[in-house]
């Protein structure tokens, strides 16, 4: 049953993607925003600006490929869902073959100025520190893994939870004019052209067998920060491990990961195939800054320099950044939150992004799009609607709100981890055995089974978008 329209705003802490995604959807269901940065009053150890959505780490959103991978799924669910996120995005992509990679600057101009001339959303600069004030009714909390030390206390003490805490890294930024271009190509893997891209979108460095070998030794050898004793315990996300991490877990590791030589020809030398294969991604429009692919890291500064420098065609890199770490930390979601991402033990506060146990700037921002969503349709006085869990947003939040339960309630033991979303969270879909007269087998049936499930969403979450529109309406 609707409620009586509740017209005060929504407060919204943290001004990412994910607080800038949900203070947009808010204000466009007609809902007053009032978004709260405390940057550039006070600075965190990963941005460098007080811009919106700031992109800290890498500028890539990942594949584009919304028919056989699940981030393009979801990369298409938020464009039908009037993401400004993802709006920002497309308005500046750069190439980067199958991937949608963006500017990181005009990104965050966009996205700024969109927010700062909404007239429905009103920007307050400044730390929230300590609990947000009683009257505030609604509160999205998107801070982010970088939650301040006051706030996060708060949390803690709400939820009653110890903090859980994971390593992110960053990887290094180097200008293209002092990349030796008679040593590196142009290319991407298989050719293969994506967003804004020719299939010629990486900068690619070749290494045989010894330089390979060398650079393994020199990762490995090289000085790496030290941990604080708080910290030695915190364990990595996976999914953005430390070059040197990798390494100390086999020589091989790299060159079947962000180092694989595969799909790849070396126009200076077509007839040898590299052992293995570095790979700079474009950074900025001007196409002055490229990024090094894979290349997160702990090294200290001055390993850096010394050991990137001896990947070929970097010898005399100059780093417009050099990678660096920090601590990212996110709530036991599936015991703290609602479906609808209240704090249980304070319903006027929700939570979105990277903070609920997500991964990736899309998920955090798709996170941010659904708190944005639910709090609007609250104080619209409709019940919030769930989006169906057969959708890449869908399935998301099913992950973070109780994905793990069942496993802790029958082993007692917390299970609950950052993740990137994956065909592995969707409802499993029922699928012929044949197709155009040929049984499905192998590879071939693994596409198959992706586009399934990707034309299963999007008309999902079409339907999902239609009947919260027709809701609105009412």
Not at 1 to 10: H, L, Q, V, Y
Not at 137 to 162: F, M, N, Q, Y
Not at 200 to 221: F, G, K, V
Not at 329 to 336: A, G, I, M
Request: hydrophobic share 40%; charged share 25%.
């Amino acid at each position: 049953m609707a409620t009586p329209p509740n017209t005060s705003e929504i407060h919204i802490i943290g001004g990412g993607l994910a607080g800038s995604e949900a203070a947009w959807q808010a204000a466009q269901a007609g809902v007053p925003v009032i978004l709260h940065e405390m940057r550039p009053d006070r600075m965190t150890d990963a941005h460098k600006t007080g811009g919106f959505a700031e992109l800290v780490c890498s500028n890539s959103f990942r594949s584009d490929d919304a028919e056989s991978n699940a981030v393009g799924l979801l990369h298409e669910e938020m464009r039908r869902a009037n993401s400004l996120i993802m709006a920002g995005g497309d308005a500046h992509k750069l190439p980067a073959g199958g991937a949608l990679a963006v500017d990181r600057d005009g990104f965050s101009d966009f996205v700024s100025e969109k927010l700062t001339s909404h007239p429905l959303i009103e920007i307050s600069r400044g730390e929230v520190a300590g609990a947000p004030p009683a009257d505030w009714t609604s509160v999205i909390v998107a801070t982010g893994p970088l939650t301040s030390p006051a706030l996060g206390d708060v949390v803690r003490k709400l939820t009653g939870e110890d903090e859980l805490a994971f390593f992110d890294a960053i990887a290094p930024i180097v200008y293209k004019d002092s990349i030796d271009m008679d040593v590196c190509w142009f290319q991407s893997r298989y050719d293969k052209a994506g967003p804004g891209g020719t299939g010629a979108d990486y900068i690619n460095c070749p290494l045989d067998e010894a330089q390979y070998n060398r650079l393994i030794d020199a990762l490995l050898s090289g000085d790496k920060t030290e941990f604080r004793d708080w910290e030695k315990e915190t364990p990595y996300f996976e999914g953005c491990l430390p070059i040197e991490v990798m390494a100390e877990r086999g020589r091989e590791t790299l060159r079947h990961g962000p180092m694989k030589p595969v799909g790849l020809t070396n126009p200076h030398d077509p007839e040898t195939k590299p052992h293995a294969v570095v790979q700079l991604r474009q950074d900025n429009a001007l196409g002055t800054l490229w990024n090094m692919v894979g290349f997160q890291t702990k090294l200290k500064y001055g390993a850096q320099t010394d050991i990137f420098r001896l990947i070929p065609g970097l010898e005399n890199a100059v780093f417009a950044r050099l990678g660096g770490l920090h601590r990212n930390t996110f709530l036991n979601s599936p015991k703290v939150l609602d479906e609808t991402l209240r704090l249980k033990a304070d319903p006027r506060l929700r939570f979105a992004g990277q903070i609920t146990g997500v991964e990736g700037y899309v998920e955090s921002a798709a996170i941010g799009l659904l708190t944005g969503r639910f709090a609007a349709a609250e104080r619209l006085g409709q019940p919030p609607a769930l989006p169906p869990a057969t959708t890449a947003m869908g399935a998301l939040i099913n992950h973070i709100t109780g994905g793990h339960l069942a496993h802790e309630e029958a082993t007692g033991s917390r299970s609950f981890q950052p993740m990137n979303v994956n065909f592995g969270l969707f409802p499993p879909i029922e699928m012929p055995a044949m197709q155009d007269g040929k049984r499905l087998r192998g590879k071939e049936k693994g596409r198959a089974r992706k586009r399934a499930l990707s034309g299963r969403a999007l008309h999902d979450i079409d339907l999902w978008l239609g009947q919260s529109s027709q809701v609105a309406a009412e």
